[in-house]
T-cell receptor
Framework: TQLLEQSPQFLSIQEGENLTVYCNSS?????LQWYRQEPGEGPVLLVT?????EVKKLKRLTFQFGDARKDSSLHITAAQPGDTGLYLC???????????????FGEGTQLTVNP | KAGVTQTPRYLIKTRGQQVTLSCSPI?????VSWYQQTPGQGLQFLFE???????NKGNFPGRFSGRQFSNSRSEMNVSTLELGDSALYLC?????????????FGDGTRLSIL
């Protein structure tokens, strides 16, 4: 069974602070996705990382995929109240296009950014 | 472009009843996956359908079943409901469901069992 451990579970910070969320596994994933979910809504994809060591930036968010494709991190610079939400990492298992796939989700990090 | 649509948004049932949830994927998407989200377990994979066939299945009892129609719309059925089935049920669609493809989620059906 593939598991993704996400930390921290809860994070409450002040506007303007930086933060990092970690996602770790003992399994190798073919890709890893980060989602953000707000109350009453489904998760919305932020980014997909595929290559070991890959770094992607989305405005103030920086995503990194570990060299061994077992871990990932999300770093937010100068957090704003609008960043508040549940951040989820999800690993996709290796497979062919025709065999489908499944996402294994981490437990999520509930981020609160106070003004 | 319309997103993934799930109906109904909210549902209240009692133990022992059965329920059917519906998911309409984004136009052109042929893969539909279902997930259960609870505070204690997070998001857990139920099953995935592609071309009207169940292609992947998670570790849920046989009370949970689904199907997909020729237009890619999918339904999920839960029979003999238990209190522990109270959860947010999410469906997600993608073009072919291949690993790494972005999954587009609906806003879910909130199922409450009394």
């Amino acid at each position: 069974t593939q598991l993704l451990e996400q930390s921290p579970q809860f994070l409450s910070i002040q506007e303007g602070e930086n933060l990092t969320v970690y996602c770790n596994s003992s399994s190798v994933f073919s890709s890893l996705q980060w989602y953000r979910q707000e109350p009453g809504e489904g998760p919305v994809l932020l980014v997909t990382v595929v290559t070991g060591g890959e770094v992607k930036k989305l405005k103030r968010l920086t995503f990194q995929f570990g060299d061994a494709r077992k871990d990932s991190s999300l770093h937010i610079t100068a957090a704003q109240p609008g960043d508040t939400g549940l951040y989820l990492c999800a690993g996709a298992t290796r497979g062919k296009e025709t065999s489908g796939s499944r996402l294994t989700f981490g437990e999520g990090t509930q981020l609160t950014v106070n003004p | 472009k319309a997103g993934v649509t799930q109906t109904p948004r909210y549902l209240i049932k009692t133990r022992g009843q059965q329920v059917t949830l519906s998911c309409s994927p984004i136009s052109g998407h042929r893969s539909v996956s279902w997930y259960q989200q609870t505070p204690g377990q997070g998001l857990q994979f139920l099953f995935e359908y592609f071309s009207e066939t169940q292609r992947n299945k998670g570790n849920f009892p046989g009370r949970f079943s689904g199907r997909q129609f020729s237009n890619s719309r999918s339904e999920m059925n839960v029979s003999t409901l238990e209190l522990g089935d109270s959860a947010l049920y999410l469906c997600a669609s993608s073009f072919t469901g291949g690993a790494g493809q972005p999954q587009h989620f609906g806003d879910g059906t909130r199922l409450s069992i009394l």
